[in-house]
């Protein structure tokens, strides 16, 4: 049976492991191989790797503190004076042009849906939407269960598309090992202190 080509993940799974990522991109690399070959592909609008971290939190005031606490980015007090109001939630996008390749990167504070299985579908319920009673109930089922990582149902998300516009001639394979292994370095460069 052919490897999927995906690395997709729920909360309920255990983070991406190395053997996976090699399998991921042995995958793309075979695949594209294909793809090119058979219908004899010479230009490429776009080539990129998207990675999505999930930083769990146990409430929303916690997730929107910690990305705050990041320095990464803030809000305009100028903002805030015009609207007369404070920071509730903030989050960010920007795409940044490095040496290699651009990068798309968007930080945000985000409630998880609990996934209740429901035999051959899965049920996604926002907990905070929740009479209180049902919610305690539910949160406690998630972790006795273990459906899912991020017990809490708040996370901070880090999404970061690695990319390159019109690539020359592209390796794919090349691409994904270098950015899919350098991302979360980087992040955790940029917030080093």
Sequence with gaps: MAEPLSLDK???????????QRDFI????????VVIDELSLREFPRMGV??????????KEESEGWLRGLGLFGVSQKLLLAF??????AGASMVLTGQECRYRIALNGVEINAQ?????????VRASKLPEGQKAHLREQMKQHRRRQVNSGYAVVAD?????????????RDFATTHIGSIL???????AE
Excluded: K, N, W
């Design 185 to 191: 370095d980087l992040l955790r460069a940029a917030v």
């Design 10 to 20: 729920t909360t309920a799974d255990e983070p991406v492991t190395e053997d996976e």
């Design 84 to 89: 007369g109001a404070t920071v509730e939630a």
């Design 50 to 59: 998207r990675c999505l971290y999930y930083f769990p939190c146990e409430s």
């Design 26 to 33: 042995e995958a793309v690399d075979i695949f594209s191989r």
């Design 160 to 172: 970061v598309d690695a990319y390159h516009e019109d690539p020359p001639i592209p390796d794919p």
């Design 116 to 124: 209740i299985d429901m035999g051959p579908e899965i049920l996604q």
